[in-house]
């Protein structure tokens, strides 16, 4: 029946991370001890004050249907943070709240692009961006970095791939899979190129804002001229511990904001009353718990860091952001534990799973095959465990 499917289903590709959690679901399910180092899912619990208001709405009988962008408390709560940790200014009608940031991205990809269209994508990158790019029929362009500029592209690597065609730019920053962070010198190096080429639309994708380790966030909509082309993606998945709450925003130029109303309108209209409760209460309440959560995941960087760097073959990098290591395995490329041969990131990645039952994510997904990301939102112990497997797995490898 797969000829009955639509030909933009056939394009999609499945998300990598979600495979591989899948699968190693299934192999616990079998009583398999596998060390999960997948889900870009911080392990804590989410803030009390943030349930507490979930419950208070559901108590008051707030759920019923929301409004498409989000409750009108909400769009001015994140106004009110973005003035406050970021110098930024946004209306309530420049904000559309959605189903995660996820749904944030899709909704401006599908407002912008046409078929043919250029987006440019910095690799490593999140795997969703392209993804949703061919799904808009668009065609991305990618620009290549390496662990040895710490992921992070240059402004002569981004004119270099500037078009006609080029209208959006995707990138994030802290960056999944990387945990590279842009300084705000390294963002205006690259505004200046920006300024040159008004048509192109940046998409900043910061929902990794509060998980940085340099003290400093930087927002491109920040700098000169960026304002009104920045489109900043957030949420609330990851510096509070809200995964499964399903809240994601962006704040645009307010043409921007009115097209992904009314793309989300058709899709899922406004997102759970109840989870909105609980985002208001996110973002005007305290922040201890997240910058305590922060701290936990600079300590286990420097703990896994301290452990990778060790291990022979491995090119791994600092990370300023984020909980991921994004680590150059090709050295092992060509090599052999008995009748196994890694010949590419994917094949290194199923064979940590099988070999050192530790779970990763192949490179590949991320547009770089040389590399394999493991996530350390986990605790001290599991991460600690699984760099001891992988280094005995690593040494069979001849």
Not at 230 to 244: D, E, L, Q, R
Request: hydrophobic share 40%; aromatic share 8%; proline share 4%.
């Amino acid at each position: 029946m797969l000829e009955k499917l639509a030909e933009r289903i056939a394009r999609l590709e499945e998300s990598a991370t979600l495979q591989m959690a899948a699968m190693v679901r299934e192999l616990k399910s079998r009583g398999e001890d596998i060390v999960d180092l997948t889900l870009g899912e911080p392990d804590f619990d989410t803030p009390l004050h943030i349930k507490e208001a979930a419950k208070q709405a559901i108590d008051k009988g707030i759920t019923k249907y929301t409004p498409v962008a989000g409750f009108l408390d909400l769009r001015k709560s994140i106004a009110q943070k973005l003035h406050r940790d970021n110098q930024l200014t946004y209306t309530p009608e420049q904000i559309v709240c959605s189903t995660g940031a996820k749904q944030s991205i899709a909704n401006v990809v599908l407002s912008l692009i046409n078929p043919g269209d250029e987006v440019i994508i910095p690799a490593p990158y999140w795997v969703s961006y392209s993804a949703i790019t061919h799904l808009a029929e668009g065609k991305v362009v990618t620009i290549a970095s390496n662990v040895e500029q710490d992921y992070k592209i240059t402004p002569a690597q981004l004119e270099a791939v500037i078009t006609p065609k080029s209208k959006l730019f995707i990138f994030s920053s802290p960056c999944n899979p990387t945990g590279a962070v842009y300084t705000k010198e390294e963002l205006e190096a690259l505004a200046v190129v920006f300024r040159k080429y008004p048509n192109i639309i940046i998409l900043a994708d910061e929902i990794y804002e509060y998980i940085n380790f340099t003290g400093v966030h930087a927002s491109i909509a920040s700098l000169e001229g960026m304002y009104d082309r920045t489109v900043i993606v957030n949420g609330f998945s990851k510096g509070f511990a809200m995964t499964g709450w399903r809240l994601g925003y962006i704040t645009a130029p307010l043409w921007i904001a009115q097209a992904c109303t009314k793309m989300q309108g058709q899709f899922t209209s406004g997102t759970c009353s109840i989870t909105q409760m609980a985002g208001e209460a996110a973002m005007l309440g305290d922040m201890t718990p997240t910058t305590d959560m922060c701290a936990h995941y600079k300590r286990r960087r420097d703990l896994g860091y301290a452990q990778l760097k060790n291990i022979p073959g491995l090119k791994v990098n600092l990370p300023t952001g984020a909980f991921y290591f994004f680590t150059d395995i090709s050295s092992f490329f060509g090599k052999k534990n008995g009748d196994i041969t890694i010949n590419n990131a994917h094949d290194m990645s199923m064979y940590l799973l099988s070999d050192a039952k530790v779970s990763t994510v192949s490179g590949e997904a991320f547009g770089d095959g040389n590399c394999i990301r493991f996530s350390y939102a986990t605790s001290d112990d599991k991460l600690l465990l699984a760099m001891d497997r992988i280094a005995v797995s690593l040494a069979k490898l001849k």
